[in-house]
Nanobody, 121 residues
Framework: QVQLVESGGGLVQPGGSLRLSCAASGSIFSINFMDWYRQAPGKQRELVAAITSGGSTNYADSVKGRFTISRDSAKNTVYLEMNSLKPEDTAVYYC???????????????WGQGTQVTVSS
């Protein structure tokens, strides 16, 4: 059993900040990557930020300079620090992880259930 649980979403005013977290638990040997996606109503799900086990990061152009992804490998947790939030950031944010369940096995993708972020006055 592998489970990803997101937390930290909520309602925030434009210009405000939120920090999302995603904790992986279960039969985990290692995590290759942990990503954040988001999906607004009527919109396609998009990659927001990504981080590998080596610490390499990647961001969507729309969030560069405002969002920061980080990872605590010891806790199997990824964070997304969101600053200078805009109404267009409103979406359900999903965590995705590539997980190995034993040494030498392939990586398998797992998704969290999502957490709602609403940016509004």
């Amino acid at each position: 059993q592998v489970q990803l649980v997101e937390s930290g979403g909520g309602l925030v005013q434009p210009g405000g900040s939120l920090r999302l977290s995603c904790a992986a638990s279960g039969s985990i040997f290692s995590i290759n990557f942990m990503d954040w996606y988001r999906q607004a109503p009527g919109k396609q799900r998009e990659l927001v930020a990504a981080i590998t086990s080596g610490g390499s990061t990647n961001y969507a152009d729309s969030v560069k300079g405002r969002f920061t992804i980080s990872r605590d490998s010891a806790k199997n947790t990824v964070y997304l620090e969101m600053n200078s939030l805009k109404p267009e950031d409103t979406a359900v944010y999903y965590c995705k992880a590539g997980i190995t369940y034993y040494s030498g096995s392939s990586y398998y993708d797992y998704w969290g259930q999502g957490t709602q972020v609403t940016v509004s006055s």
